[in-house]
């Protein structure tokens, strides 16, 4: 199989969230199974300065509204996968990947729609005929419709799969302020308004769309959980499906993780004790392996719970419970995390920072992971928190719910603690059962802990199912 993979971040190139980890795991592992695989993604400044790639194949022109786009090729390399990048400064020499701080660069539409059917020229360029272009989130939506109106011969017999990792981000844009699509007019009739939405583009044009684990496939076809896509979802429920992202273990496990001060297996948890002291050191908390401590990493949005996390935040800290949270992202969240650090410093620290090592610390440090997203595609972190038997305090939905056993639905199986109303009040009662079984529980909770460490994610199991799902997309 001849797998194309477009997407716009890939992990230890750029990374500013899940979907990197995604783009670099699943061609390995596609890869490792013998597949062909190739990655296209844009050439930002970060990879220029960090990961220099070499020039590859003639330099491009890309025809659109009368207009030459003229870009190169980069080629560098992410394990056995090679990662082609498109070199076209005008759009991608920018210190951010998506935005200057919080503000979205106002020609982000642009930018991609461009790269969405530059990917297309790469292949040509390669001469690298693919069975599968497989596109990610709605920076590579309009790929598939490129695809369809290419009227080369070169795509053919490619078939087109559209991955759905957050569907909330789907580009909408007013197609007016996009001159590199004003030649298409078929795009008229898809309009919303003046409005273009790339996912939706996606949705249609795709041969085959997943989401990223079975339960948020379902919540795309329910009023509530589509994202305000419901019929374009129903309208393709066929072509539907949910596939668990895996969790990467060469990254990910505690027995041979080098971001942490020791070691430590599940029949060994001496070292995940250091662990914590070295995390406690490291967030200025006390250094106390008798209180529970809570860690939680990621993007600050409302989709990580935010809403309901701030409010109670005061309540929680009423309790004898340290919090460590790492992220960065909405100034609004950052601005209230960082009062309650100042009111609390003994029990609560705001870690400010995009940190691979530090996300490691944390997860090798912490007791329990808190999760409580509003929805979650997949998540990959609370993968990571039973990896290292950390138990993850989540919300009952998207990949969430797939991944997490609740301690009181089901205490032989547990590995977590689930809840299900999206309020400051059950998050509360969560992380309070939670703290309240690691007091009274110590020899349950070792159990837990060690029953979660051997919850297994695998991404040739995912990788598996996307194959059966490229067959599919190729009629087979
Ligand atoms: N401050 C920080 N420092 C260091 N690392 C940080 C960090 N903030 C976030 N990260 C890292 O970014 C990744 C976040 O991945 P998630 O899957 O949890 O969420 P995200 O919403 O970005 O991904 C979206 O895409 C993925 C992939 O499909 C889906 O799992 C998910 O549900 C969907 O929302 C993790 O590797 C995490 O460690």
Redesign the pocket.
């Known amino acids: 199989m001849k797998v194309l993979f477009v997407v716009s971040e890939v992990e230890d190139l750029v990374k500013t969230?899940?979907?990197a980890?995604?783009a670099k795991a699943l061609p390995i592992a596609l890869t490792d199974m013998g597949h062909e695989v190739c990655i296209v993604m844009p050439y930002y400044k970060l990879l220029a300065e960090q990961h220099p790639g070499e020039d590859c194949a003639e330099p491009q022109t890309l025809f659109a509204s009368r207009k030459p786009y003229d870009f190169t090729i980069k080629r560098l390399q992410v394990g056995n996968v090679p990662v082609y990048a498109l070199d076209y400064p005008a759009y991608f020499d920018r210190d951010g990947l998506y935005s200057d701080s919080y503000h979205a660069y106002p020609d982000n539409a642009e930018r991609f729609a461009f790269f969405a059917q530059g990917a297309l020229q790469i292949a040509k360029a390669l001469d690298f005929q693919p069975d599968i272009v497989h596109c990610n989130d709605w920076h590579t939506a309009l790929t598939p419709y490129f695809m369809s109106i290419d009227d080369t011969g070169f795509f053919d017999r490619s078939r087109s799969v559209f991955t759905i990792?957050?569907g909330a981000y789907q580009g909408t844009h007013r197609f007016s302020d996009i001159p590199f699509l004003q030649p298409h007019y078929l795009l008229h009739s898809q309009l919303d308004g003046d409005a273009l939405n790339f996912v939706r583009m996606g949705i249609r044009y795709a041969h085959k769309i997943n989401a990223?684990s079975p339960n948020y496939a379902q919540e795309l076809l329910s009023p509530l959980g589509s994202h305000h896509l419901y019929h374009e979802f129903q309208q393709r429920r066929s072509d539907l499906s949910g596939i668990l992202?895996g969790c990467d273990y060469t990254q990910w496990d505690p027995i041979n993780d080098p971001h942490i001060i020791q070691t430590y297996t599940a029949d060994d948890m001496s070292g995940k004790a250091k662990c914590k002291v070295d995390l406690q050191k490291e967030a200025q908390l006390p250094e106390d392996l008798s209180i529970p401590l809570v860690g939680m990493?990621?993007?600050l949005t409302e989709?990580k719970g935010f809403g309901y996390i701030l409010p109670m935040l005061e309540q929680l800290m009423q309790h004898n419970v340290q919090l460590v949270i790492?992220?960065?992202g909405d100034p609004q969240i950052s601005h209230t995390l960082r009062g309650v650090a100042e009111r609390h410093p003994d029990k609560f620290a705001f870690i400010e920072?995009?940190?691979?090592q530090?996300?490691h610390m944390l997860e090798a440090g912490s007791d329990f992971f808190l999760m409580p997203s509003l929805f979650?595609?997949?998540?990959?972190?609370q993968m990571y928190s039973l990896a290292f038997g950390t138990l993850p305090i989540v919300r009952g939905v998207?990949?969430l719910k797939d991944t997490v056993i609740d301690l009181a639905d089901d205490p032989q199986q547990a590995t977590g603690f689930v809840f299900e109303h999206p309020d400051s009040e059950a998050l509360l009662a969560c992380i309070q059962r939670a703290l309240l079984f690691f007091h009274e529980y110590p020899e349950q909770f070792i159990i837990t802990q060690n029953r979660a460490m051997q919850s297994r994610f695998t991404w040739q199991h995912a990788a598996e199912q996307y194959l059966a799902l490229y067959h599919g997309a190729l009629g087979g």
């Open positions: 969230g899940g979907l980890d995604v990792h957050n990223v992202n990493v990621c993007r989709q790492i992220g960065t920072a995009f940190s691979v530090k996300a979650e595609p997949c998540g990959l972190n998207g990949g």
